[in-house]
């Protein structure tokens, strides 16, 4: 393995940062600043990991559900401290950046993490099965059950929210 060149660096950030931030938008609200660290893990490697891909969506995995449960602590002590101010009316309030994030949304983890993996990421059944620890039987059905969930959902009539007067 020899040592990672720069410019070989910033083609894969190219090519693969967008997938990886869709993927560490699953588990955290801060997904750039993942990618971007695990770029930099990677930069600081001596030697190329033996599967560069898979690695990179490892680490983002492990630092966006890491993020998140510091994110989860920190508004737990938050809620303690200001149990009686309310800030917002509801989570609710909020508003995906795209449709494909909120279809995304109505499926479990583990289908999102396989179909972003696969049809963004590229990984194959076999590194998707690794990444999520269980058997490629496993993730090729978790794959076509949240397809088939996500064109069940595409097929459904979409409203426009109402104009409140």
Not at 19 to 24: C, G, K, Q, T
Not at 69 to 96: C, G, H, T, V
Not at 148 to 163: F, I, M
Request: proline share 4%.
């Amino acid at each position: 393995m020899a040592r990672i060149e720069p410019e070989l660096l910033g083609c894969l950030f190219d090519e693969h940062a967008s997938a990886l931030v869709l993927y560490a938008r699953q588990w955290s609200d801060r997904p750039e600043d993942i990618v971007q660290d695990a770029f930099v893990a990677l930069a600081r490697q001596r030697h190329w990991p033996e599967h560069v891909l898979p690695w990179l969506y490892r680490v983002v995995r492990n630092a966006a559900i890491a993020a998140a449960r510091s994110d989860q602590r920190r508004r737990r002590r938050e809620a303690l401290i200001s149990a009686s101010k309310i800030w917002f009316a509801s989570a609710d309030e909020r508003i995906d950046a795209t449709d494909a994030t909120s279809l995304l949304a109505n499926l479990t983890l583990e289908q999102r993490e396989v179909i972003v993996a696969r049809l963004w990421g590229g990984l194959t059944f076999e590194e998707i099965a690794r990444l999520q620890g269980c058997s490629l039987t496993t993730a090729h059905r978790r794959y076509t059950a949240g397809l088939a969930r996500l064109q069940e959902r595409l097929e459904q009539p979409w409203t426009l929210p109402t104009a409140i007067p």
